[in-house]
């Protein structure tokens, strides 16, 4: 089984909602990824977990808050997000080996009204 | 410093000729480099890896690149363009630095496919 399963597929919410966005793969990956991308424009890294610890944060803003509660469970949680924040949400996972293929989920499409 | 340069933007080809995805990077070490293709509203897909074994690498659909040190191209190839091929297509690399490796993604390539 090769795939990162992203739930919801779409999803509209106001600028004092809190939503949450969830990824899940059973490949035994130990490395979790959080991409945004914008249209016409290739994805942009937000978060690495490697072995279910934060290992990157490419200075994000606060207001994404991301977890992983187990090695095939990754969150995104959303609060106070502003109309810019509109984007294409990309989960992938990845061997904690150097050099390994990521594989990237479907994505969750975010709209901020 | 790592980088990856798609030479194009945009490329069209008519149904069944040769497709040309072109793309360069530089490098301090030995890299991992992928290209992936997106359809529209949709996740990436891994056409194909070059992790330092053969330098013709195949992959899905058709599709090869070739791994070219001297020239640090990693050129993306099919001989015959099916109109399910129109999507973005992105050129990837997976390198050293000094706080351990980094992914870097080319800017995209959008390949149409005229009937």
């Known amino acids: 089984d090769t795939e990162v399963t992203q739930t919801p597929k779409h999803l509209v919410m106001g600028m004092t909602n809190k939503k949450s966005l969830k990824c899940e793969q059973h490949m035994g990956h130990r490395a979790m990824y959080w991409y945004k991308q914008k249209a016409k424009k290739p994805p942009e890294l937000m978060f690495v977990y490697s072995y279910e610890k934060l290992s990157i944060n490419e200075s994000v803003p606060s207001r994404f808050s991301p977890e992983c509660p187990n090695s095939s469970l990754l969150n995104l949680h959303l609060h106070a997000l502003q109309p810019e924040d509109s984007a294409l949400y990309l989960c992938a996972s990845s061997q904690e080996i150097p050099g390994s293929e990521q594989y990237f989920g479907p994505g969750t499409r975010l709209t901020v009204t | 410093a790592q980088s990856v340069t798609q030479l194009d933007s945009h490329v069209s080809v008519s149904e069944g000729t040769p497709v040309l995805l072109r793309c360069n990077y530089s490098?301090?070490?030995?890299?991992?480099l992928f290209w992936y293709v997106q359809h529209p509203n949709k996740g990436l897909q891994l056409l194909l890896k070059?992790?330092?074994?053969?330098?013709l690498v195949k992959g899905i659909n058709g599709f090869e690149a070739e791994f070219k040190k001297s020239e640090t191209s990693f050129h993306l190839t099919k001989p015959s363009a099916h109109m399910s091929d129109a999507a973005e297509y992105f050129c990837?690399?997976?390198?050293?630095?000094?706080?351990?490796?980094?992914?870097?993604f080319g800017a995209g390539t959008r390949l149409f496919v005229k009937a």
């Open positions: 070059y992790t330092s074994a053969a330098t």
């Open positions: 990837v690399v997976s390198d050293r630095y000094s706080g351990g490796f980094k992914t870097i």
């Open positions: 490098s301090s070490y030995s890299p991992s």
